[in-house]
């Protein structure tokens, strides 16, 4: 049986005294599963976020991290500043990482690497563009990514490895993945994983679908066999949704 997710990614929303407001409103509203669920504040807000989760069963995940240990990188954060205030899990590859903060296959290659070395879980995003998918390119793009990206790594390694397909074209568009292509994509992603390495590694792995979830598709989109959960963005922001996206699950 697979680790079931449910990770809200906050992005660049919710000052100090709002992610308090949030997590409190989350605490109270949040149904019982047996699912993991998690939250991803900003960078400034993960400690205090620790603190007011230690008594929860909700994880406080990062949003990204750089690939160095320490070092000249103005503005940057390693994994080892994560973990010093108890982050323990940390999304890679976000859509919006690839395309405004220009960061490529090669690029991923060396945090996935980083993540690893510092024993940190990772939540590996990766999905195709509309353009690719209209051009029919789609698993083209997806296993390349993969493969560019994280078939680098060895096989022990992918108990650390959750992956999160997003297609760019329904991130924050009201667009989502019909469950029928979120399964198609799901079940391509495991049988690339079973090839490059084995069909128990394949099986174990936990894919999440992230593409507005709402309240309103979680439902369906989690039935499909392939799909372990979600990364969810605008939902998460609302308690009552992403209450109702983890009770979805
Ligand atoms: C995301 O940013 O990972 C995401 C899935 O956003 P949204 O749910 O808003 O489409």
């Not at 960078?43 to 929860?56: E, G, H, K, M, W």
């Not at 994994?79 to 899990?89: D, R």
């Not at 924050?172 to 292509?181: I, K, R």
């Not at 979830?213 to 979600?230: L, M, T």
Request: charged content about 20%; some cysteine; overall charge negative.
């Amino acid at each position: 049986m697979r680790t079931k997710i449910v990770a809200g990614n906050w992005k660049m929303n919710k000052n100090s005294s709002e992610t308090t407001e949030l997590l409190n409103q989350l605490q109270s509203k949040m149904p019982k599963t047996s699912a993991e669920v998690m939250v991803a504040p900003t960078f400034v807000n993960l400690a205090q976020a620790v603190t007011q989760l230690a008594a929860s069963s909700i994880e406080v995940v990062a949003q990204n991290m750089h690939f160095a240990e320490n070092g000249a990188y103005t503005g940057e954060i390693s994994a080892n500043m994560l973990q010093s205030v108890g982050i323990k899990t940390v999304i890679l590859g976000h859509s919006e990482r690839r395309a405004y903060f220009g960061e490529d296959d090669a690029l991923l290659a060396k945090k996935v690497d980083a993540a690893l070395k510092a024993g940190i879980r990772m939540i590996f995003c990766f999905g195709e563009e509309l353009q690719d998918r209209k051009s029919g390119n789609h698993f083209k793009v997806v296993e390349a990514q993969l493969k560019n990206g994280l078939f680098h790594v060895g096989k022990a390694h992918w108990q650390h490895i959750v992956l999160a397909y997003e297609p760019v074209w329904a991130i924050g568009t009201g667009e989502t993945a019909s469950p029928e292509q979120a399964q198609e994509m799901h079940a391509f992603i495991r049988k690339t994983i079973a090839t490059a390495y084995d069909e128990t590694t394949a099986q174990m792995v936990t894919i999440l679908y992230g593409g507005s979830v709402k309240p309103g598709n979680a439902n369906e989109i989690f039935s499909k066999p392939d799909v372990d959960g979600g990364l969810i963005g605008g939902a998460s922001l609302v308690a009552e949704d992403f209450a109702a996206i983890v009770a979805a699950i």
